[in-house]
């Protein structure tokens, strides 16, 4: 067992912390700066994912730690459910603002989860706050292939496969779930786009009359699937055809960017590329940039002035939600990535690196797919590229990339976030690449470099 010594210092033993994976100790991070992440071994590690899709300005931002440090010293904690704070205030001005007015309030908690939890609990309180109440709209429907977060209400509404199966039996009964749009997997080679997106509508639109449309609540997506697929992306005018089923039987449209939000696609908030407006939206990762655990659901006029009208409140409250150092540090962020015109830079070198990704990786025997937006890119790995099979689950493509990547000799190493197929048994195995928002051409040639070199390295091992 590890023991803190007299000076504080953690011994190297066993790990204390109950971790993932019992049988072995993972690996300890000791420090981070700018792109890089260093372990106890020496290792320096260029951070291509930002953990998942977290740091979006890089590590140990001096602007960041003087803000969360003033305010420390100014307010340490404040009791949200009953009372503000100016860095909550400043943080969800900020993020009002960004949404030009489309959205309403933010309501500000520590984890994507726990967002989505809340956007659950807000749809139903909608409902039952209607001039005439629909008390009966309790249904959700969601997609396959999705993942929404960990805690029950999440993890029911996503359908990760992997991640649910312990769960089954505990979980959301008032749930179910359409095919995702996924174009390399889903859509027939002799269909039109225009002719898919009508498939897909049509398969929304038979899920709301089976279940009746009296019965449901929310349709709930993520506007660029992140870890069940590996970035995926929506095709042209989907979410606009599934808005319009949706306004069609008065049910809500709520928009998961906890992993896809916040400027990582290329736009601040991934629906602005959709040319739609949903009822709530959640958001996470990049809010905080990983300087503080905080996510957050932003609500539109629609939901907030029903409950204005309604009761006048929100029936639901944590005691850490806006925390006043979470929110100092989130607000400074978002200050950073505005100031520097981050948004516009990820838009650009994304552009960049997906091309690069094509280039260098496109006729690889075993890349299936290369797609995402912004800095946000997955690459699926399939045996058979005609067949699109994937490889056996055993060998678990994704982490062994993973492994590469870190294992690269010297201190040239790159962390690749891997996802694998046990989605629906059918998908491939993928990793993401997901780098801060503030990277040049010269670390985008450097992260493509790296994640060829991982990539080379894991199927010479498969061979
Ligand atoms: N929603 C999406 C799209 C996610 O990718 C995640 C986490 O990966 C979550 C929700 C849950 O967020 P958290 O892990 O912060 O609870």
Redesign the pocket.
């Known amino acids: 067992m590890s023991t803190v010594t007299t000076s504080g210092a953690v011994d190297t033993g066993p790990s204390a912390v109950l971790h993932r994976d019992l049988k072995q100790d993972p690996f300890r991070i000791v420090s981070s700066a700018g792109f890089y992440i260093q372990f106890d071994d020496g290792r320096k590690i260029f951070d291509a994912t930002g953990g ?1 899709a977290v740091s979006c300005i890089g590590h140990g931002d001096q602007r960041v730690i003087d803000a969360i440090t003033a305010q420390a010293k100014t307010l340490d904690y404040c009791h949200s459910m009953f009372y503000s704070c100016p860095s909550a205030e400043d943080l969800c001005q900020q993020l009002i603002r960004s949404t030009n007015g489309q959205m309403s309030k933010a309501f500000i908690v520590c ?4 967002a ?1 939890e809340a956007a659950m609990k807000l749809c139903r309180q909608y409902f039952l706050e209607l001039p005439t109440p629909e008390p009966n709209r309790t249904h959700f429907i969601a997609r396959r292939e999705s ?4 805690t029950l209400g ?1 993890l029911s509404v996503g359908c990760h496969v992997g991640r649910r199966a312990v769960y089954e039996p505990i979980l959301m009964q008032n749930i179910s779930h359409v095919s995702p749009c996924n174009a390399y997997r889903n859509k027939l080679d002799s269909e039109s786009t225009t002719e898919y997106v009508a498939r897909l509508a049509k398969e929304l639109d038979d899920e709301f009359r089976r279940v009746g449309p009296q019965n449901v609540c929310a349709f709930i997506a ?1 506007p660029v699937v ?2 069940a697929l590996g970035c995926v992306p929506a095709v042209e005018g989907y979410f606009k055809a599934m808005k319009s089923v949706c306004d069609k039987y008065g049910a809500l449209l709520v928009l ?1 960017e ?2 896809c939000g916040i400027g990582r696609t290329g736009t601040m908030h991934a629906w602005e590329h959709e040319g739609v407006v949903p009822d709530i939206q ?1 958001i ?1 990762k990049g809010l905080g940039g990983g300087y503080a655990p905080i ?1 957050g659901l932003l609500a539109g006029h629609r939901v907030i002035n029903t409950l204005e009208n309604g009761s006048g409140r929100f029936s639901h409250g944590q005691t850490y939600q806006a925390h006043p150092i979470s929110c100092a540090a989130a607000a400074e962020v978002q200050r950073i990535i505005q100031k520097e015109d981050l948004v516009h830079n990820a838009s650009f070198m994304g552009k960049y690196l997906g091309s690069l990704l094509k280039e260098k990786l496109g006729h690889h025997r075993y890349v299936g797919d290369i797609r995402g937006r912004g800095l946000f890119w997955g690459i699926e790995f399939v045996k058979d590229k005609s067949s699109k099979a994937p490889f056996d689950r055993e060998l678990d493509i994704g982490m062994l990339v993973h492994q590469k990547g870190l294992g690269l000799s010297g201190n040239s190493g790159i962390l690749l976030y891997p996802g694998n197929g046990t989605v629906d048994g059918k998908v491939g195995d993928h990793i993401l690449i997901a780098p801060p928002y503030n990277v040049t051409m010269v670390d985008i040639d450097l992260i493509v470099d790296l994640t060829v070199m991982a990539i080379e390295a894991a199927f010479e091992d498969v061979a």
Do not use: K, L, P, W
């Not at 984890?111 to 726990?114: A, P």
């Not at 993942?147 to 960990?150: I, L, M, P, S, V």
């Open positions: 998942a984890s994507g989860s726990e989505m993942y929404h977060g960990t999440a993520e992140g870890a998961d906890v992993m959640t996470g996510a």
